[in-house]
């Protein structure tokens, strides 16, 4: 009885180390690009709604994979939404506990400031905080002084950096977002850089704070209220930036997270009226009615 199961066994032995040894199959993706990222994100069941904004796009955080694009590649004016770039380039000078003084100089722009005075001391991270927070301009003149000794070399360093992101079609030439001739980026460069910001646990701290009281060093206190509406809207929104000017529009950058899934979402030349709808509306479509499998 052995003998007549010995060559069963035996077949079913060579049988195991042969597909053993087979090849596993690999992705086309990976094969061709090893440094590909892993396609997480789902594309939502309903249509993509429809928004007033001339560009946006809405990329899976995890993945980068894109949901939905809207004219992403056309440059345009980005407003305050590059102050994201701003802080990334604070955050990789480090040393956040630093004392800055206030320069006249630093004073010298309009319309949005928090009114920190010549003479005055703060933390690096005090001024971090109130640039993302309440979009001072005044706070972005501090930090790109005290970062690259002026503002026409910090914008040097804002360039160096949006190319380490892969932004390739974006020109930054100040720290706060206001109109200059030459100064442009795309919704899908502004997605690497929301990408990029979403990173830093001091970046997404400050973006969902929704108000805080900020401390001058002369004693006196300002609450200072989060420019991003859909925080206040949305419960699961959690971050980014707003930004207007006369050549931008209404700009918004907003991440959301639900079932452990985070977008972010550019919306770009939108109205006043429609800036919060067409952000609120995208985010909802990405994470609120996702496919799954897809």
Known sequence: MRHIFRPFFILLAACSLACAQQPRIIEAESVVNPKAPVITGTIPRAAAPKITAKRAIVIDYASGRVLFEK????????????????????????????????????????????????????????????????????????????????????????????????????????????????????????????????????????????QYTFHFSDGKKKLLKNTNRVLRKLAYCNGMKTGTTRASGRCLMASGELNGRTVIAVVLGSTSKQIWNDSEALLRWALERPAAGN
Request: proline fraction near 1%.
């Open 71 to 210: 004219n992403a590649d056309q440059k345009c004016a980005v407003a305050s939404t590059q102050k994201l770039l701003t802080a990334l380039c604070v955050l990789d000078k480090g040393n956040l506990k630093k004392w800055v003084k206030i320069a006249k100089t630093d004073t010298y722009v309009e319309p949005t400031k928090i009114y920190v005075k010549p003479g005055q001391t703060y933390r690096r991270s005090a001024l971090l905080k109130a640039l993302i927070v309440k979009s001072g301009n005044d706070v972005a003149r501090v930090l790109a002084r005290d970062n690259a000794g002026s503002q026409v070399k910090f914008s040097t360093v804002m360039n160096a950096k949006a190319r380490s992101l892969g932004m390739k079609n974006s020109k930054f030439l100040n720290a706060h977002g206001l109109t200059e001739k030459g100064q442009y980026s795309t919704a899908r460069d502004m997605a690497k850089l929301g990408r990029a910001a979403y990173k830093s646990r001091f970046i997404r701290d400050a973006m969902k704070t929704k």
